[in-house]
């Protein structure tokens, strides 16, 4: 008799699957039939090979379900398939378009919707979309050639109109982009943003009185847009009124708290106002959101130097010039900081690289021959001290001007190396342009600032390693690991950005779990097969392919907890799309809860089932409940920092901040370091309420 677990699948050369034989046993008429369902529901599904197979309408939809989970690389397989199958279809090229300009190909999501109007011109989304990927090329004459035809077929468009009077402001047509304005206000009066925009082609014509009043026009319209106050804060900032524009950009910063370069210009006004220790906490938090800053590392610099934290301001210059090899001002202010602590080879080392770009740098050779009587050479020092004494000299027999080492700020594009303790500004101010599209981001948009953390499902990656130690484990998936013939499965609630190569390989693997479906020589062999290929289809965001492979194995065995666990996080996944698709999904809702209540009874102390029900409850906003079941998953398993992390924001959304807070401190000490941002944000609400208490 043969042996189960001398089946592999992974892809080998005379592997058993290659010659095993279809055996029903002894004519059991219950396998026979099971054989058979297996095969018409083998026969149903695609595979990349079988072509003529596809059905393009599901592929189009699972593509549609992986954009918006943003599983970009997935998606463009799925449309791939679709358009070598149906060519002629205008959707799966223009689908992919969208997935690869979310990607930021920008150039092959124009291909992509240029073939998609070849094969159907009449389609207002996708001449948007290609206008798009245009203006990120910087080709505005194409994007608004592009809202053109648009126009033509949709001419009460507003977004249309909005991207394209904002292609005309950057190709400085200011008199065409006034006339579109015009008409939009005509049409949409209570558009707020046409005023911001009049505002934005006054401000490029110099003229900030009447961009002031076009702001404060938009600002009366809609007083919640963050843009508008960051746009009236430049203006503030341009002359130099610091309370003003720190108002502004609080205003800004409360509405749109992501954006890093609000921070980074508020902690200029707070530092012209003598506020270093605020302007110090905009450096931490612009740099915490964008880490690659370079105005955020470069002036963070600047204001350690001042309050003696000499060691983390060279770390912060070492990052600029990482980034920047060639910035002689920062190249200078890490030579003062190694002079400073101590080092002052490297300071001299430092200087010169400086003063070689610069020989008339009188406070650098000053300063290099400090350190060369520090190190003991003497006959260095000496040379430049005598520079320097020639260079005063001559400023006080014939009264040259000297430019003055004085503490502001300085256009980044300033290379005046008196100015090297000077907070650098970018050279141009200009208020951020939002183009209006739905395409990227639109599920960010969609959802809520601070949002639960996700289910744990089964899935066929190991959850990457992090800080955390703390690492799923399930004593069910361990047995079925131990019997199964496939690829191990794991416990996750990571999600899995996969490559085009893994993705491709998860493909393939569908493929061989199909094969072995059809050879397989038992039921129980076939069934865990079966349960093998729906994670993996779950994996690649086909959650309706892998919620009927485990209706399929439920249908033979109702008691596979393991099978309703991850049923009911592909319903809840499936549900969520369909939600934001427009379609009810009460009943989908009701199928996830159903089943999460099965694998529980089956199951009843499992941590990752309790936390999975109470992450039901509280997307259907039954938030006593969902903290009810977070409160039993820690005490199942109180490692789980999800949890906390979970029944914090249940906590907030009740206005329980103060229990909320307590939860967060634990979700972060646990390794979710997110927590720590929303502690900040909260806890003056927490303390408020605790004094009330």
């Known amino acids: 008799m043969r042996n189960e677990k001398d089946l592999s699948l992974w892809p080998k050369a005379g592997s058993p699957f290659a010659t095993a034989p279809l055996s029903c046993g002894h004519g059991s008429l219950l396998r026979i039939l099971f054989c058979a369902a297996f095969f018409i529901l083998h026969a149903s599904l695609f595979t990349p090979q079988a072509h003529a197979q596809l059905n393009t309408d599901r592929l189009i939809t699972i593509g549609r379900s992986a954009l918006y989970y943003e599983d970009y690389v997935v998606s463009i397989q799925y449309f791939n398939q679709a358009i070598t199958a149906k060519p002629y279809l205008y959707e799966p090229w223009f689908l992919r378009g969208v997935a690869k300009y979310n990607l930021d190909d920008f150039a092959g999501a124009e291909r992509d919707c240029t073939e998609a109007i070849e094969r159907n011109p009449y389609v207002v989304n996708v001449y948007e979309l290609r206008g798009l990927a245009r203006i990120q090329q910087q080709n505005f004459s194409g994007a608004i ?39 939009i206000q005509a049409r949409w009066s209570s558009y707020a943003q046409a005023w911001s925009m009049r505002a934005d082609i006054y401000m490029q014509q110099q003229d900030t009185t009447r961009a002031i009043v076009a702001l404060q026009q938009s600002l009366d319209i809609d007083p919640y847009d963050g843009h508008t106050w960051a746009a009236r804060s430049i203006i503030s900032l341009s002359r130099e009124e610091w309370k003003d524009a720190e108002h502004q950009l609080d205003q800004a910063i409360h509405l749109i708290p992501k954006n890093g370069d609000y921070h980074i210009n508020r902690a200029l006004a707070r530092y012209n106002q003598n506020n270093l220790r605020g302007a110090m906490d905009d450096y931490d938090m612009a740099l915490d959101l964008e880490p690659n800053n370079f105005l955020g590392h470069y002036n963070r610099g600047l204001l350690r130097t001042q309050v003696g934290d000499d060691n983390r301001a060279i770390s912060d210059f070492d990052f600029v010039l990482r980034l920047e090899p060639d910035n002689m001002l920062a190249l200078f202010n890490r030579g003062v900081l190694l002079e400073r602590t101590g080092d002052y080879r490297g300071a001299v080392s430092d200087y010169t690289k400086v003063i070689n770009e610069y020989p008339d740098f009188w406070t650098g050779i000053e300063y290099r021959a400090r350190c060369y009587r520090r190190l003991g050479m003497t006959a260095k020092a000496e040379l430049d001290e005598f520079a320097v004494y020639k260079a005063r000299l001559y400023k006080h027999l014939y009264g040259t001007d000297s430019k003055k080492n004085k503490r502001g700020q300085r256009k980044r594009s300033d290379r005046d190396p008196d100015k090297y303790n000077q907070l650098v500004v970018e050279d141009e101010l200009e208020p951020e342009r939002e183009y209006d599209s739905e395409y990227r981001g639109k599920v960010q948009n969609r959802r809520v600032e601070i949002d639960f953390m996700p289910m744990f499902a089964l899935s066929p990656e190991p959850p990457e390693p992090t800080l955390n130690t703390h690492r799923p484990y399930d004593p069910l998936v361990e047995q079925q690991n131990e019997r199964s013939e496939t690829r191990p499965i794991f416990v996750s609630n990571a999600h899995i950005s996969l490559s085009s190569t893994l993705s491709a390989n998860y493909f393939d693997y569908i493929d061989s779990l199909s094969s072995a479906v059809d050879r397989a020589a038992t039921v129980p062999l076939a069934t865990r097969l079966v349960m093998a290929r729906a994670i993996v289809r779950s994996c690649l965001q086909d959650n309706e392919g892998a919620i009927e492979d485990l209706a399929t194995c439920l249908s033979i065995d109702s008691t596979l907890t393991l099978a309703l666990w991850q049923r009911a996080v592909c319903q809840a996944k499936a549900s969520q799309f369909q939600w934001a698709e427009g379609k009810d999904v009460a009943l989908r809702q009701a199928s996830a809860m159903s089943d ?40 199942a398993d109180p490692r789980l920092a999800e949890a906390y992390y979970n029944r914090a924001i249940c906590l907030l959304r009740t206005e329980r901040a103060a229990e909320a807070v307590s939860d967060l401190s634990k979700a972060g000490e646990l390794g979710i370091y997110d927590a720590y941002s929303i502690i900040k944000k909260y806890r003056p609400k927490a303390s408020s309420s605790l004094g009330k208490e």
């Open 596 to 635: 999460m209540n099965h694998a529980l009874a089956l199951s009843p102390n499992n941590p990752y089932l309790l936390y999975n029900r109470g992450c039901l409850y509280a997307m259907q906003q039954q938030y006593d409940l969902a903290i009810a079941d977070f409160t039993a998953t820690l005490e």
């Open 145 to 183: 050639g592009d809202y053109n035809r648009a126009l033509r077929y949709d001419p009460m468009n507003r977004s249309l109109w909005h991207n394209r009077v904002l292609c005309h402001i950057q190709n400085k047509e200011y008199d065409l982009a006034l006339s579109e304005l015009d008409t």
